[in-house]
């Protein structure tokens, strides 16, 4: 068998690896021998995930105090943790985690460009793509996917999630899962729990948050995540209504192991347990290592508290046995589940020659989700596509900047690889016959200099010889991903100055905006023919994104998060509860802003294409239902335009009347259709009646009777209703509350181990 055909096969058996039945007491009857075995330090080396460093102990491998480890991203790294590991006495696999957020020697369009594109097949099959380039480098086990919702894009790890949306982001979650997992990883959905929800959009800051709001928006992405398998999830960094989450019992046991029936592994983050100390929790290793092990964290990440302090507190009887126990037996659980040993080995040279191409499969899948992900957002004159031009000039060096295509994780892939803006464009314009002329004028723009006036006023003089300009702009990736929290989002200074410029000279200007979130685009909006957001590229996502700016394909992404006009305005989202005063021009007393519209630029759900999409009054298969009952709502859509495009037809619900207040609109699904021009076809979303409840005070979930609002449109501001009457209400216990985009069959089993 080739290499790539052991992969496939060790990646089958991991998904095959249902752990019901017999296996899974052969599992445990393993486990038990094993257990009798182990010395007490071998136990808390199971407990114990040590990071590569400068200065690593690979001693430690071999004697079992280092049951895991983390970041040898390459199999000559990794091979020295096995030469280590093949000396220990019991030989129990190592778990390898290394964050494999959207690719690694191929990558991909970060995950909240991927969610853009509201395709579950695309998103799951590049991190399978992802997982497989990873194992081929000995990589077992993903820091993700980041299943954090969140509203304030001032956070920079809006870049690693799917955006403000439960619906869309726990349907993200189980793709990227199903994903990671058939491509032979071991996956962790992070971050336990609301991290996206720090104050002030600022990263690691506290969160504080009623439990109803956690359970209806913050979870579900998780119970989708688990639902589709997720061995294992992080705690979060943060404080939770003045607990930190890494020793945060009630987090922890009540709502991850019992209302969601979690059974898998909970590790803690880089260097949280030790970390608990700036929380005030105590200055004492002992005492945060017996915090956090009895709060419910498993397995201790590059703190290496518990190797060190689980001994004493053990003695000291301040943690018991049997919690140790529970907590090796879960990471040895999930490591013979998903038969880790048969990985416990790597060919340097032969992942040398893999490492040495690039996956065409990879390649395909980045192509298509650069196309995919393209999001146009303003083209009034529709300018776009690019037709009937024989000069471009491609202006700033945002075009031609490797590293800055690959975003804030770039894992293994190499920048020679990268196919930037630039060189994508200017190979699709060969093909149509026009030239490309690449002005860089201050390069990435980002802070003022004393020359940026003049090579400006040079690019601006330069670029007016040309037809058209592709004004590149935006965010470098050091100012997107974790610790890239921006107090304003407005693009900056000498970026405007460029733009102002170019669109100053009377030619049609396209801006192009790279980066991992939402800028502000209100001073340049009026000045530019059309602008279009690439998010970061990756490898290969600027060929599919040329390919959409040149009209082989028209844009379909769709924004997965609100896109303000004012970094004042967040944190926002189309979600939001209704206030007695809404918002009202005419009404100074109401839900606003004195100095800015209360709307968003952009909304959740909104995106351009080149075609002209029309919507059909929907329909709804029945006029009243059962929490039990799934009703379907059909809409015609018809593409009166000249040419093929993507819809995705969304829909949204509101709670008209209900005890406690409703979202005024909600997305509960969803549905993509591809229309050749002239083409009418109907679409149909299946609504489960249960999913359009919440939950209350105590934890459980209701489902109230009474008249509920279905809209159907293109994105989140969509007027356009059907009303559906539920008869009988419903309310039933935490872990029997239905998961978004799970189908409920496909969980049972989960829920009875
Ligand atoms: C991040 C995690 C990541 C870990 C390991 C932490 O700082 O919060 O998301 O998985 O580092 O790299």
Same mark, same amino acid.
Request: contains cysteine; glycine residues 8%; charged residues 25%.
């Given at each position: 068998?080739?290499?790539?055909?052991?992969?496939?096969?060790?990646?089958?058996?991991?998904?095959?690896?249902?752990?019901?039945?017999?296996?899974?007491?052969?599992?445990?009857?393993?486990?038990?021998?094993?257990?009798?075995?182990?010395?007490?330090?071998?136990k808390?080396?199971?407990?114990?995930?040590?990071?590569?460093?400068e200065?690593?102990?690979?001693?430690?491998?071999?004697?079992? @105090?280092?049951?895991?480890?983390?970041?040898?991203?390459?199999?000559?790294?990794?091979?020295?943790?096995?030469?280590?590991?093949?000396?220990?006495?019991?030989?129990?696999?190592?778990?390898?985690?290394?964050?494999?957020?959207?690719?690694?020697?191929?990558?991909?369009?970060?995950?909240?460009?991927?969610?853009?594109?509201?395709?579950?097949?695309?998103?799951?099959?590049?991190?399978?793509q992802? /997982?497989?380039?990873?194992?081929?480098?000995?990589?077992?086990?993903?820091?993700?996917?980041?299943?954090?919702?969140?509203?304030?894009?001032?956070?920079?790890?809006?870049?690693?999630?799917?955006?403000?949306?439960?619906?869309?982001?726990?349907?993200?979650?189980?793709? &990227?899962?199903?994903?990671?997992?058939?491509?032979?990883?071991?996956?962790?959905?992070?971050?336990?729990?609301?991290?996206?929800?720090?104050?002030?959009?600022?990263?690691?800051? !506290?969160?504080?948050?009623?439990?109803?709001?956690?359970?209806?928006?913050?979870?579900p992405?998780?119970?989708?995540?688990?639902?589709?398998?997720?061995?294992s999830?992080?705690?979060?960094?943060?404080?939770?209504?003045?607990?930190?989450?890494?020793?945060?019992?009630?987090?922890?046991?009540?709502?991850?192991?019992?209302?969601?029936?979690?059974?898998?592994?909970?590790?803690?983050?880089?260097?949280?347990?030790?970390?608990?100390?700036?929380?005030?929790?105590?200055?004492?290793?002992?005492?945060?290592?017996?915090?956090?092990?009895?709060?419910?964290?498993?397995?201790?990440?590059?703190?290496?508290?518990f190797?060190?302090?689980?001994?004493?507190?053990?003695?000291?009887?301040?943690?018991?046995?049997?919690?140790?126990?529970?907590?090796v037996?879960?990471?040895?659980?999930?490591?013979?589940?998903?038969?880790?040993?048969?990985?416990?080995?790597?060919?340097?040279?032969?992942?040398?020659?893999?490492?040495?191409?690039?996956?065409?499969?990879?390649?395909a899948?980045?192509?298509?989700?650069?196309?995919?992900?393209?999001?146009?957002?303003?083209?009034?004159?529709?300018?776009?596509?690019? /037709?009937d031009?024989?000069?471009?000039?491609?202006?700033?060096?945002?075009?031609?900047?490797?590293?800055?295509?690959?975003?804030?994780?770039?894992?293994?892939?190499?920048?020679?690889?990268i196919?930037?803006?630039?060189?994508?464009i200017?190979?699709?314009?060969?093909?149509?016959?026009?030239?490309v002329?690449?002005?860089?004028?201050?390069?990435?723009?980002?802070?003022?200099?004393?020359?940026?006036?003049?090579?400006?006023?040079?690019?601006?003089? !330069?670029?007016?010889?040309?037809?058209?300009?592709?004004?590149?702009?935006?965010?470098?990736?050091e100012?997107?991903?974790? !610790?890239a929290?921006?107090?304003?989002?407005?693009?900056?200074?000498?970026?405007?100055?460029?733009?102002?410029?170019?669109?100053?000279?009377?030619?049609?200007?396209?801006?192009?905006?790279?980066?991992?979130?939402?800028?502000l685009?209100?001073?340049?909006?009026?000045?530019v023919?059309?602008? @279009?957001?690439?998010?970061?590229?990756?490898?290969?996502?600027a060929?599919?994104?040329?390919e959409?700016?040149?009209?082989?394909?028209?844009?379909? !992404?769709?924004?997965?998060l609100?896109?303000?006009?004012?970094?004042?305005?967040?944190?926002?989202?189309?979600?939001?509860?209704?206030?007695?005063?809404?918002?009202?021009?005419?009404?100074?007393?109401?839900?606003?802003?004195?100095?800015?519209?209360?709307?968003?630029?952009?909304?959740?759900?909104?995106?351009?294409?080149?075609?002209?999409?029309?919507?059909?009054?929907?329909?709804?298969?029945? /006029?009243?239902?059962?929490?039990?009952?799934?009703?379907?709502?059909?809409?015609a859509?018809?593409n009166?335009?000249? &040419?093929?495009?993507?819809?995705?037809?969304?829909?949204?619900?509101?709670?008209?009347?209900?005890?406690?207040?409703?979202?005024?609109?909600?997305?509960?699904?969803?549905a993509?259709?591809?229309?050749?021009?002239?083409?009418?076809?109907?679409?149909?979303?299946?609504? &489960?009646?249960?999913?359009?409840?919440?939950?209350?005070?105590?934890?459980?979930?209701?489902?109230?009777?009474?008249?509920?609002?279905?809209?159907?449109?293109?994105?989140?501001?969509?007027?356009?209703?059907?009303?559906?009457?539920?008869?009988?209400?419903?309310?039933?216990?935490?872990?029997d509350?239905?998961?978004?985009?799970?189908?409920?069959?496909?969980?049972?089993?989960?829920?009875?181990?």
């Amino acid at each position: 068998m080739g290499s790539r055909s052991v992969r496939f096969a060790l990646a089958l058996a991991m998904v095959a690896g249902s752990v019901s039945g017999a296996r899974a007491d052969a599992i445990d009857r393993r486990i038990d021998a094993l257990m009798r075995r182990m010395t007490l330090d071998e136990k808390i080396g199971q407990v114990t995930l040590a990071s590569i460093a400068e200065v690593f102990d690979y001693d430690k491998v071999a004697s079992g @105090a280092y049951g895991n480890v983390m970041n040898f991203g390459t199999a000559k790294e990794f091979a020295k943790v096995l030469a280590a590991w093949r000396k220990s006495r019991l030989k129990i696999p190592l778990l390898h985690g290394t964050d494999i957020i959207y690719g690694n020697r191929t990558l991909f369009v970060p995950p909240i460009g991927q969610a853009s594109s509201f395709d579950l097949g695309l998103n799951r099959a590049a991190a399978e793509q992802a /997982a497989l380039e990873s194992v081929a480098a000995g990589t077992n086990w993903t820091y993700a996917p980041m299943v954090d919702l969140n509203r304030d894009p001032r956070w920079g790890r809006v870049v690693e999630g799917a955006g403000e949306d439960v619906q869309l982001a726990a349907c993200m979650a189980g793709a &990227r899962v199903a994903g990671f997992r058939a491509g032979g990883l071991v996956v962790s959905a992070k971050h336990f729990v609301a991290y996206g929800f720090g104050e002030g959009g600022r990263d690691y800051d !506290a969160v504080e948050m009623g439990e109803p709001f956690l359970r209806d928006r913050v979870l579900p992405p998780f119970r989708a995540a688990i639902a589709a398998g997720a061995e294992s999830v992080m705690s979060s960094f943060n404080a939770f209504n003045g607990v930190p989450a890494t020793a945060n019992p009630h987090l922890l046991k009540d709502i991850l192991r019992r209302d969601m029936r979690f059974r898998g592994i909970v590790t803690s983050d880089w260097g949280a347990i030790d970390q608990l100390k700036n929380h005030g929790l105590s200055p004492d290793p002992l005492d945060l290592t017996v915090a956090t092990f009895n709060a419910g964290v498993d397995l201790d990440m590059a703190s290496d508290f518990f190797r060190k302090y689980l001994p004493i507190a053990l003695a000291q009887g301040r943690v018991s046995k049997a919690r140790l126990d529970e907590a090796v037996r879960r990471v040895l659980r999930v490591k013979f589940e998903t038969d880790l040993g048969k990985r416990m080995r790597v060919d340097v040279e032969e992942a040398k020659a893999t490492q040495a191409t690039l996956d065409p499969r990879g390649r395909a899948i980045a192509i298509e989700m650069g196309r995919r992900t393209t999001l146009l957002l303003h083209d009034p004159k529709e300018r776009l596509p690019l /037709a009937d031009v024989s000069r471009i000039a491609v202006v700033g060096g945002l075009a031609d900047s490797p590293r800055d295509h690959m975003g804030p994780h770039p894992a293994l892939s190499q920048m020679g690889d990268i196919v930037t803006l630039r060189a994508a464009i200017t190979e699709r314009a060969a093909k149509a016959g026009a030239r490309v002329d690449y002005l860089e004028a201050c390069g990435a723009c980002r802070f003022p200099t004393d020359t940026d006036e003049t090579v400006i006023a040079e690019a601006a003089k !330069a670029a007016a010889a040309a037809d058209v300009i592709v004004a590149v702009v935006g965010e470098t990736y050091e100012e997107s991903g974790e !610790a890239a929290a921006r107090a304003d989002l407005a693009l900056s200074a000498p970026q405007v100055k460029l733009v102002e410029a170019l669109a100053a000279t009377g030619r049609p200007v396209v801006v192009v905006l790279t980066g991992g979130r939402p800028m502000l685009v209100e001073n340049i909006l009026d000045k530019v023919d059309a602008i @279009a957001m690439v998010w970061f590229p990756g490898t290969y996502g600027a060929i599919g994104a040329a390919e959409v700016l040149f009209g082989d394909v028209s844009p379909s !992404a769709r924004l997965p998060l609100t896109w303000p006009r004012s970094t004042g305005q967040l944190p926002l989202s189309y979600d939001r509860l209704p206030t007695g005063r809404p918002a009202s021009a005419d009404d100074k007393w109401t839900n606003k802003y004195i100095d800015v519209a209360w709307t968003p630029r952009f909304p959740f759900g909104y995106g351009l294409s080149y075609g002209r999409t029309t919507l059909a009054a929907p329909r709804l298969d029945k /006029a009243k239902a059962k929490p039990g009952d799934t009703v379907t709502v059909s809409v015609a859509v018809t593409n009166s335009g000249t &040419r093929a495009v993507r819809e995705t037809v969304q829909v949204y619900v509101h709670d008209v009347i209900a005890s406690r207040s409703r979202p005024s609109r909600e997305l509960k699904g969803f549905a993509q259709v591809d229309l050749a021009p002239g083409e009418t076809r109907d679409v149909a979303v299946p609504i &489960r009646v249960a999913t359009l409840g919440f939950h209350v005070e105590d934890g459980s979930y209701v489902v109230e009777p009474g008249m509920f609002r279905i809209f159907v449109g293109k994105d989140a501001t969509t007027e356009t209703a059907v009303e559906l009457e539920v008869t009988g209400g419903s309310r039933v216990a935490p872990w029997d509350a239905p998961i978004p985009c799970v189908d409920p069959k496909t969980t049972k089993s989960a829920k009875r181990r």
